[in-house]
């Protein structure tokens, strides 16, 4: 189970409650600019506990890289490398590149935001040296199986968290109505904006988009849950289920860690008896969230 650490406070807490993993963002480099992250010496606290628990850290470098972000990126590698990092998460072949050319020893995951939906592009990833592979969020169930029985890499999917309401990476909608480009960690996410209409040829007469109380949600994604999918998603033999929550505060990070580690461990326990506890669920309903879905995957 890998979980988020938005801060070497919170990664503490993911490996406490279960995580047997937890990915970071560094200073630079990560979709998570608003977030705490970890400065680096928060990263090397970070690698420090994880490896004394015999567990793992990863560390995000998955924006979409620039010129001007790959001339400062070697330095912040060798620094990894240098840490012992677990692995590194990246998206950009750039990114990928650059790590070979500069932190060979690094082992390289490969970001959802990739896009990863077929078995070919697995093979693609995995011949360019890519260790583990976050799958797209956008893959049902029998996609996921279909790329699980034809790969032999590790594969990742996401199982709790916000969603985007495009395909992660494909989105522009932040860079062009603010300036700030989400693919360099710095979205506004517009997509969680209310929003009136305005008809052409009644221009300043505003017409409410009503779905409730709060107003509408035309492009706002629910929250991905998939805790009673634990069973069937553990059955393919997957490497790691993912939480989304960087951004998340510490009470979030323990509640869905804890509940997905009980999960997971009472499919390990007895999988033909797994169901999902009422306990779970009622849990995962009191901490900060959108209303939940089990999106694509059913």
């Known amino acids: 189970m890998l979980a988020p650490g938005g801060s070497l406070e919170k990664c503490k807490i993911a490996f406490l409650y279960g995580a047997d993993a937890v990915y970071v963002g560094g200073p630079e480099f990560s979709l998570r600019s608003y977030a705490r992250n970890l400065s680096d010496h928060d990263l090397a606290e970070a690698v420090f506990v994880a490896h004394r628990l015999h567990k793992r850290l990863y560390v995000t470098i998955n924006i979409y890289a620039r010129a001007a972000d790959l001339k400062t990126l070697p330095p912040y590698l060798e620094y990894l490398q240098q840490l012992g990092v677990d692995a590194v998460i990246v998206s950009d072949p750039g990114v990928l590149v650059s790590v070979r050319r500069h932190a060979s020893d690094l082992a390289v995951h490969l970001s959802t935001q990739a896009n990863t939906t077929n078995a070919l592009a697995v093979a693609f990833w995995s011949q360019q040296g890519i260790r583990r ?18 790969s032999d890499a590790e594969l990742e ?63 706002n994604s629910r929250d991905l849950c998939l805790i009673e999918e634990i069973g069937r998603l553990a059955a393919l033999d997957l490497t790691a289920f993912k939480i989304e929550g960087r951004m998340k505060g510490a009470l979030y990070v323990a509640t869905v860690t804890r509940c997905y580690r009980q999960a997971i461990d009472r499919w390990w326990a007895d999988p033909s008896a797994f169901r999902a506890e009422a306990d779970w669920l009622q849990d995962l309903e009191q901490v900060s969230h959108r209303p939940y879905t089990k999106g694509l995957l059913v």
């Open 133 to 150: 592979i976050n799958l797209a969020r956008e893959l049902s169930l029998a996609e996921i199986a279909d790329i699980a029985g034809a």
């Open 157 to 219: 999917v996401f199982v709790h968290g916000a969603m985007c309401v495009s395909y992660s990476g494909r989105c522009l909608l932040s860079a062009f109505l603010t300036g700030r480009s989400a693919n360099s960690g710095l979205c506004t996410q517009p997509c969680r904006w209310t929003y009136e209409l305005i008809e052409a040829s009644r221009p300043g007469e505003r017409f409410p988009l009503t779905q409730d109380r709060r107003g509408s949600y035309l492009l």
